[in-house]
């Protein structure tokens, strides 16, 4: 019995879960084994098997200086991609591959093996293409061919390596990289391409210069093959979703294309996730051999129950359930309760921590104040709001939810009489009403740098200090910070009815690496955010200079 058939046994007697698209490529591929139009050899396969496994040296622990293991998931992957021929011209089946599956289930090290193969017992005169958008990415499956060839050939006896290649001088093989950042992407000769992560690539169209660059630079070989290697990532109508949906469309039947292989181990829910732990091995097929550790993963999922960030974060990188890169922030109990109005003369001549995202024109200028008092765990915010004359008339932003002229009744705005954009003067003027009329002393305010020059002119006025937070994904850790003090109600902001608003309209965005930051959700530029930034700073001051109110 072939490994692919061990594999399709497994599945179907229930040793192994795997999720619908996985079981339907895998009997469909071992369905053509008996398919006149092919011829099943497994040689080949079986050859670099032996190889991968007795010199193929890992570098990481716990596995240094190991050989890998092959696991039957992988086994029946390079099986099936090496194995199947034409039987009318006895080529190799397959020319382009796609293998989906949730990070850390040992895919960057069984193809960097398979490049290793390349490099010492495939065929002479090969050029083998690590790709990926970001330069960063293609070093990887690069680097472990890399750290393979080093601890193999330690003397450089018939191998060598530079900067940008990997050598074999006897057999003539190399081993290089390509990414968006290379100046010169035509004119190479592939043998193989390796596309690591194509979740990253978003140029227009789905299209990707990186990946048809290696696919031209295939076009003169009687045997290319192109392999796509990835986890799903935030982009959505991109490279990588257009290749899933092809692969499903072949799978299905819908898309007739007899050289494309696609392993896709998804979930076949997102709901099973919460419900069914023996489900996770569907996206994740090395959890049974401990290559993943599964105490992580539970861990990593009752967290993410409580936090957005690793909620979406966990859910694209570790079970493959597609996720927009910006996501709603906050649930609606999180912000909107019953507020009682901030108590002024409880607060009267404490300290209190600034933050002002500044506007000219088109975006809400916005100032919170932040004071604490002993023994207590709440943090008391105040607000208020800065907008043009011409606002009160802003459509689009009434459209939007916004309701201006009932906020400056309230109190909650401050119009700028006559004006078409902010006196950003009266910004600072505002925390000079606080302390002239409570005795709320600004011991020191956070600004973004845009229009700041006339803020900081009327703070130097004043004799408060200020300084500058850095935006984007630099309030990771404050966003976070505030969605868990939100939900836990140690947030009194009086309810103030701009800041809901804010609140409601605030997305947060997440990259690769699981930071956050505060965006606008696509396409709805005239759904404010500035309040829920300003709140986010504000929390960022408090991170910096908390002990003030332990003094």
């Known amino acids: ?175 290089f990289r390509l990414s968006s950042r290379t100046q010169n992407k035509d004119g190479f000769n592939i043998s193989k391409t390796f596309l ?29 093959l192109f392999l796509n290697c990835t986890t799903q990532g935030f982009n959505r109508e991109c490279y990588l979703d257009k290749k899933i949906q092809m692969a499903k469309e072949i799978i299905s039947g819908e898309w007739d294309d007899e050289h494309f292989i696609a392993f896709l181990f998804e979930q076949d829910s997102e709901s099973e996730i919460w419900q069914d732990k023996s489900s996770w091995a569907k996206s994740n097929p090395s959890l049974p051999y401990g290559v993943k550790k599964i105490s ?68 809400l200028t916005n100032a919170k104040a932040m004071i604490m008092l002993p023994d207590e765990k709440k943090k008391y915010v105040l607000t208020k709001y800065f907008i043009p004359e011409c606002k009160l008339t802003d459509s689009a932003d009434k459209e939007a939810g916004a309701d201006y002229v009932q906020w400056a009744r309230d109190g909650s705005v401050e119009v700028h009489e006559g004006k078409n954009e902010v006196d950003l003067e009266r910004v600072a003027d505002w925390f000079y009403s606080l302390y002239t009329e409570w005795g709320l002393r600004p011991y020191k305010i956070g600004y973004d740098q845009r229009y700041a020059k006339t803020f900081k002119e009327r703070c130097d006025a004043y004799g408060f200090e200020y300084e500058i937070l850095a935006q984007g994904r630099a309030l990771s850790n404050a966003m976070k910070l505030t969605e868990a003090d939100l939900k836990a109600r140690l947030i009194e902001y009086g309810g103030d009815p701009a800041d809901k608003w804010c609140l409601g309209n605030c997305c947060c965005q997440v990259d690769n690496t699981g930071m956050i930051q505060p965006v606008k959700a696509h396409s709805t530029h005239n759904k404010r955010i500035d309040g829920a930034v300003t709140l986010i700073m504000l929390e960022e001051m408090y991170r910096r200079y908390k002990n003030i109110w332990a003094k």
């Open 196 to 224: 690591d992560e194509s979740h990253d690539i978003c140029e227009e169209n789905g299209q990707s210069e990186v990946a048809e660059a290696c696919w031209r630079g295939m076009s003169s070989k009687d045997e290319p």
């Open 1 to 175: 019995m072939t490994y692919l058939e061990e594999y399709h046994r497994a599945i179907q007697s229930g040793e192994l879960v795997a999720g619908y698209w996985i079981k339907k490529e895998i009997s469909q591929l071992v369905k053509d084994m008996r398919d006149e139009r092919y011829i099943y050899d497994t040689a080949e396969a079986h050859r670099r098997f032996r190889f991968m496994e007795t010199l193929c040296f890992q570098s990481k622990q716990p596995y240094y200086m190991q050989p890998i293991s092959l696991m039957p998931w992988q086994r029946a992957w390079w099986e099936a991609v090496y194995s199947f021929r034409m039987a009318d011209t006895g080529k190799r089946r397959f020319t382009e591959g796609l293998l989906e599956v949730a990070r850390k289930n040992g895919k960057s090290t069984m193809f960097a093996a398979d490049g290793m193969c390349d490099l010492f017992i495939g065929e002479s005169g090969m050029d083998i293409c690590c790709a990926s958008n970001d330069d960063r990415q293609a070093r990887l499956i690069w680097s472990e061919i890399a750290g393979m060839r080093s601890r193999l050939d330690p003397k450089k006896a018939i191998s060598s390596q530079n900067l940008t290649e990997i050598k074999n001088r006897v057999k003539g093989t190399t081993v």
């Open 296 to 363: 992580q993963l539970e861990r990593d999922v009752e967290r993410s129950k409580h936090d957005k960030a690793t909620r979406i974060h966990m859910l694209t990188k570790d079970f493959n359930v597609p996720q927009s890169d910006a996501v709603g922030w906050l649930m609606l109990e999180d912000y909107d309760q019953p507020y009682a109005p901030v108590n002024m003369d409880k607060l009267r001549g404490a300290l209190l921590l600034g933050a002002v995202d500044l506007s000219a024109t088109t975006d």
